[in-house]
């Protein structure tokens, strides 16, 4: 009888630790050209995510402090995300200028937000690795099965699954500024993931949005 019970503890327990570690899906397309980003003058998700040390951040909170530059990026693997993030970090003292903050979102694991070398109070790297900031923005799609087992092979990227399933997303990459009501004032978003934001056209958005009443 007691290794029956055992036996019962331990699946509960398999199953409550798989459910958690697997993302639910409820807005991914099926292909990056098919997303529906959210659009200005609408509120943004207030979400909480974790920052690099596993701290719990509520979004609701940054945006009332100050300006917010918010960028969705596919990951700290990702050669393209990483120039973006220093190319952002040239124009940080104008950004802080203008009351404004950096707070850069991904599907990597606090775990792997800990390895990044930006470290600013005006530059936040926050986790979404349940996908669902990127999901209540409209980004999110599936990868297709090739080019998942290729990132998967090629570069050791992990990615969440999705309801239990060997299915997994990314974002596609984007850009909000949002006012401290929490509105959409700006977005950028490409499903070309090589192609990203002019740091001149963020700075005039940013001045922009800062500059409202």
Not at 72 to 101: F, M, N, T
Not at 111 to 122: D, E, G, R, Y
Request: hydrophobic residues 45%; glycine residues 4%; proline residues 5%.
């Amino acid at each position: 009888m007691r290794s029956i019970l055992l036996a019962i503890t331990l699946s509960v327990s398999q199953l409550l630790s798989f459910s958690l570690s697997a993302a639910q899906a409820t807005n991914i397309s099926d292909h990056p050209e098919k997303v529906s980003p959210l659009l200005p003058g609408l509120t943004a998700p207030a979400l909480t995510l974790q920052d690099n040390n596993a701290k719990a951040i509520d979004l609701s909170k940054l945006y009332q402090d100050k300006t917010t530059v918010l960028v969705v990026y596919r990951g700290g693997w990702c050669p393209y995300c990483s120039r973006q993030l220093a190319g952002l970090q040239k124009i940080e003292k104008q950004i802080v200028e203008l009351d404004a903050q950096i707070v850069a979102v991904s599907p990597d694991s606090p775990q792997a937000l800990s390895k990044s070398t930006i470290s600013s109070p005006n530059y936040r790297l926050l986790s979404d690795n349940q996908l669902a900031l990127t999901q209540a923005l409209g980004l999110a799609y599936y990868l297709d099965d090739k080019t998942a087992k290729a990132y998967r092979d090629r570069m050791g990227v992990q990615f969440v699954d999705l309801d239990g399933k060997n299915r997994v997303a990314l974002p596609v990459p984007a850009v909000f500024v949002i006012d401290k009501a929490g509105l959409v004032q700006f977005q950028y978003a490409n499903p070309n993931y090589k192609v990203r934001l002019e740091e001149s056209v963020l700075l005039a958005a940013v001045r922009a949005a800062s500059n409202l009443k």
